[in-house]
């Protein structure tokens, strides 16, 4: 099992509600929802301004 980080995210009803119906459609839970989106997001940050490197604590 990997070791996840908690983290807590306030955001609207209507955001939540929206999120739940996209990642019903895909077959995913809220939470790996928002980790693809989040992944796909560093992906292409990360192919315009390049690697970033993570830190280890």
Do not use: C, P, V
Request: glycine share 4%; proline share 0%.
């Amino acid at each position: 099992m990997k070791d996840y980080a908690r983290f807590t995210f306030r955001t609207s009803k209507e955001l939540l509600f929206k999120m739940q119906y996209i990642s019903t459609y895909h077959g995913r839970t809220k939470n790996k929802e928002i980790e693809q989106i989040l992944k796909k997001h560093i992906k292409e940050f990360e192919n315009i301004y390049g690697e970033i490197k993570a830190e280890e604590k």
